[in-house]
């Protein structure tokens, strides 16, 4: 079995959230690959309820992470350490045996379930070795072991489903 060098480079551009099927400002940009720890965890727990309606627009199970402007910035950053910063990520993966060798740049959305798990990846853009099935098999396998505490509010559980991030990656063999 061949082993692999990963580097991976994690990156917010908004140039890459251009997609003419998805505009910019319906995906809330969130970085799902850092973990808040467990006393974090268990504070902003604590502010779930009385954040809610303030940071997410509901229809029946769906919810959204809702859009700020410029000068709220830091009220939107509240909202996504809240609402869509993981308790858990899988520190170790195993990458695809099929997946292509090299550099790419992709953005994608994605959604948290009721169950708190990371599920519908959709390429927005992507450049470089990896196409879009390549891109879903690659996330699922980087997402496998990450989770988020569920979204339960007034007894009923939640998804959220307008988020995204981009990411940058360089595969290799350990020889290269």
Known sequence: MLKFFIL??????????????????????????????????????????????????????????????????????????????????????????????GRSKFSYSYEISKKGKIKDFKILNYEGAHKPRDIVDYLKAYTKKTSYEPLVYDGKEYEITNLGFSMSVHLKHDWE
């Open 8 to 101: 991976i480079y994690l990156s917010s551009s908004s140039f890459l959230f251009a997609e003419k099927n998805e505009p910019q400002s319906s995906v809330m940009i969130c970085d799902h690959t850092a973990a808040m720890s467990s006393e974090l965890l268990l504070r902003t727990l604590n502010y779930r309820e009385s954040a809610f309606n303030t940071c997410l627009r509901c229809e029946g199970p769906s919810c959204k992470m809702k859009s700020w402007p410029k000068e709220k910035k830091g009220d939107e950053a509240i909202c996504k350490r809240i609402f869509c910063t993981p308790a858990n990520v899988n520190k170790n993966y195993e990458v695809p045996a099929d997946s292509p060798r």
